[in-house]
């Protein structure tokens, strides 16, 4: 399997993608921020379009309008009730402007189509560096503003009191789910962004409660969903964007089914 060099790439792109994504997907749903990601990718899938109506590479559309997107949500909405209404504003814009693309777009199905649901074992070399590097700078600012994230988080009246800026923090961390979100699109595809950004974290949470650990647990089950989805898909001739999903599926269901869960269910009783 990996004597091929499309799966190479496909591994080192989904690997980068999986850590990236599992890591700021956890404060994504510890934020209960995860409509955030969803609206995010579809403003991302226009933003690809357009990019490629225009002439240009649509990963740059895609990380283009996602960043701006999120900025706009981090400004506009801080607390829960007006971040929503936020970005539902900010989404059905988005969607607007996506069906006029789309409506240009028609000769170019196939792109749109890698758009919708990814294609990482087209993955180019080049297109692995700059996610790299797209990554690693979206976790280095992650690690710079965790702790006042965290407790603008977990007990916002008290961290605004202390001084810290919720607005700030809001629209730095979206900035940064947007960069995530453009990232999972690549391999899973704007409709499956869920797959990598949420599903881990969505399955780490009822096994931990600690942050530390549910942060590394959320990163190894996307790791584990990205590489085993690939590997699943090479054996069956599936699609790569299915196998995953279908992992992330499995896995999130075992954390909210599996025997933990009903020892859980037990003790409150």
Do not use: C
Not at 121 to 145: C, D, H, P, S, Y
Not at 212 to 229: C, D, P, Q, R, Y
């Amino acid at each position: 399997m990996l004597d091929y060099e499309f799966m190479r790439n496909a591994f080192a792109a989904a690997g980068i993608v999986a850590i990236t994504a599992g890591i700021i997907g956890y404060f994504l749903v510890l934020r209960g921020q995860s409509f955030a990601g969803h609206a995010l990718s579809h403003v991302g899938f226009t933003g690809a379009t357009g990019a490629a109506l225009l002439g240009i590479a649509p990963l740059a559309g895609l990380i283009a309008a996602t960043l701006l997107a999120g900025l706009g949500m981090g400004v506009l909405g801080v607390d829960r009730a007006s971040r929503d209404v936020a970005i539902g504003m900010v989404l059905a814009f988005a969607l607007g402007l996506g069906m006029l693309f789309l409506h240009f777009f028609t000769s170019y199905a196939t792109v749109a189509t890698a758009l919708l649901f990814g294609n990482v074992l087209a993955v180019e070399r080049e297109t692995i560096l700059l996610l790299a590097a797209l990554g690693a700078g979206a976790l280095a600012t992650l690690a710079v503003i965790s702790r006042p994230l965290l407790f603008a988080s977990l007990q916002p009246e008290l961290a605004e009191a202390k001084g810290v800026s919720l607005r700030l923090y809001a629209v730095l961390f979206l900035a940064i789910v947007a960069i995530a979100t453009a990232l999972a699109a690549e391999v899973v595809g704007v409709l499956l962004v869920f797959t990598l950004l949420v599903g881990p974290a969505a399955a780490a949470m009822p096994v931990t409660r600690h942050v530390a650990t549910g942060v590394a647990l959320a990163a190894t089950l996307a790791l584990a969903e990205a590489w085993g989805g690939l590997v699943l898909a090479y054996y069956t001739d599936w699609p790569a964007s299915f196998a995953i999903t279908l992992l992330s599926a499995a896995f999130y269901a075992l954390a909210h089914l599996g025997p933990g869960a009903l020892a859980r269910l037990r003790a409150r009783r």
